[in-house]
């Protein structure tokens, strides 16, 4: 059982859709959030050192495959930042910092990349033979109560860290895995802690007390854990996992009002435009760079490249796209833009099926290729068409040049029988359509008024899918907007809807969601 983040992403953009009856928006956003909370709560996330794991064995999230990958850490961060800006959730808030701690703290380079993902098998002990799987996670009770058992809570006395521990996570003397689950016995007489089923009532009545020796208690578990043998590091930095945490930690960051979560952001993309480009072409991220699809980080943390490097993919490309994007429309740094343009160009030229539209997954020109296909399938990852199909829709909003709107519609056309017989296997080829029947407006930001940081910042903490923010720094030369768009020293941005003819003076986030 696959968390699926696109699937999630595409309901939060339905719920935000202005044609929906109040009944479906309630419940689109319950589905949403019930799904989240139970992935958040099941043994598929590591209540211990943070993060989640690859899939559930399972219908009810408890027993993971414990790989952990960084595309999953992407994509789920993005959409509990938008459970956050639905809700206010400080529950959901939590687990967005949760998984940028596990990915600040074990997935990330010294220079701002991120590697791709950390095994599931470990030995059990110093000297054991064979690895394990989930050994690295994993707890009997007798440890539990060994490491925690001396712990006694304050005002409790009768009750110890293990009891706390025991209780809330259903760990179960003989282990509380089903042998259904493990057809290997890896896991016989172990513990996933899993909050699943939850308790109608805390072991000790004292909420915050009972929320302190929680915290204790997994602290103590936590350095524990680390005295044990380690799964083996994928340090492959890839260009498309990278992407997709970029656009992770600027989702988080805007959702959360965090700067250093785009600061992360910040570094990793100037990583990826530095480590991950093509340095034999002579060509910047700016102007026509080409991506690599990848460099390995050493043990040591050094950065190392194959003899013959391999080019970046069509994924490595639209991912990419989406990250400077992602990184312009929460820094609105012009750079970020230019980037996104310069790569969309580089993608074009390599990709494009210049006669139907849609992109190859191989390079034109591809010797060892005999059939070029289109990835027409959004699962784990969503497929380079979708991401494109958004790409593309977002740089029209942005630069108001027409040639972005008719790629994307012929992306929608070639994948047309698909979106409209199965749309659930193309969701965010889905979520791309929704924005562009939308069509919404831009709001140019007026960055010379006293109040514009404060401005900005209220606007990223909702979660507004069909709206495009622009800086006047871009330039005509970047954008076509700011022919005739006026802003007024007093006001805080101007609305230009979708026809261009209608022009908004707005000075607070109530104003944009009346023109909305």
């Not at 191989?362 to 784990?380: M, Q, T």
């Not at 979708?386 to 108001?400: E, F, G, P, V, Y």
Request: with cysteine.
């Amino acid at each position: 059982k696959f968390p699926q983040p696109s699937n999630l992403k595409t309901m939060f953009s339905l719920h935000s859709w202005p044609d929906e009856t109040e009944d479906r928006k309630k419940r689109e956003l319950e589905m949403n959030l019930f799904t989240l909370k139970m992935m958040a709560k099941g043994g598929i996330h590591d209540h211990i050192s943070q993060g989640f794991a690859r899939y559930s064995t399972d219908a009810k999230w408890h027993v993971p495959h414990f790989e952990k990958m960084l595309y999953d850490q992407a994509q789920l961060a993005v959409v509990y930042s938008i459970a956050v800006q639905k809700t206010g959730s400080q529950e959901m808030r939590e687990i967005v910092e949760d998984i940028l701690t596990y990915v600040s703290r074990d997935l990330t380079h010294p220079e701002g990349g991120f590697y791709t993902a950390e095994d599931a098998d470990s030995y059990p002990s110093e000297g054991s033979k064979e690895k394990k799987e989930g050994a690295f996670c994993v707890w009997s009770f007798t440890e539990l109560q060994d490491i925690l058992g001396s712990h006694k809570i304050e005002g409790y006395e009768d009750k110890s860290l293990a009891d706390v521990i025991i209780h809330h996570y259903n760990v179960e003397k003989d282990g509380n895995v089903n042998p259904r689950m493990d057809p290997h016995g890896e896991l016989l007489g172990q513990n996933v802690l899993t909050e699943l089923p939850e308790k109608d009532t805390p072991l000790i009545p004292d909420e915050s007390r009972y929320k302190e020796a929680l915290n204790k208690a997994r602290k103590l578990l936590h350095e524990k854990r680390l005295t044990r043998p380690r799964p083996s590091l994928d340090d492959k930095i890839l260009t498309s996992s990278n992407g997709l945490m970029i656009s992770g930690f600027c989702a988080a960051g805007r959702a959360l009002g965090r700067q250093d979560y785009i600061a992360a952001a910040e570094k990793a993309g100037n990583f990826l435009c530095t480590h991950l480009l093509d340095q034999n072409g002579a060509k910047s991220a700016e102007n026509g760079g080409k991506l690599l699809r990848s460099c390995y980080g050493a043990s040591a943390h050094a950065l190392q490249q194959l003899d013959t490097p391999i080019h970046g993919f069509i994924d490595d490309y639209a991912f990419t796209v989406q990250a400077m994007l992602d990184l312009y429309e929460s820094t609105f740094d012009v750079i970020w833009l230019k980037r996104a343009i310069s790569f969309q160009d580089t993608q074009d030229a390599l990709f494009l099926d210049k006669s139907d539209g849609g992109y190859f997954a191989a390079e034109e020109g591809a010797s060892d290729i005999i059939i070029r296909l289109k990835d027409d399938h959004d699962g784990a990852e969503p497929s380079s068409n979708s991401i494109s199909a958004m790409n593309l829709l977002r740089l029209h909003k942005l630069t108001n040049n027409k040639k972005y709107k008719t790629q994307a519609e012929k992306i929608f056309e070639i994948f047309h029988l698909r979106l409209t017989q199965i749309p659930v296997s193309m969701s965010a080829l889905t979520e791309a359509y929704l924005f562009y029947r939308q069509d919404g407006p831009v709001l140019l930001l007026n960055t010379s008024h006293p109040d514009h940081k404060e401005f900005i910042t209220e606007l990223h903490s909702k979660y507004l899918p069909f709206l495009t923010c622009l800086t006047p720094e871009v330039g005509q030369e970047v954008s076509g907007h700011l022919a005739g768009a006026n802003l007024t020293p007093s006001s805080k941005g101007l609305l230009i809807k979708s026809d261009q003819d209608e022009k908004v003076s707005v000075n607070s986030l109530e104003d944009v969601l009346q023109n909305l």
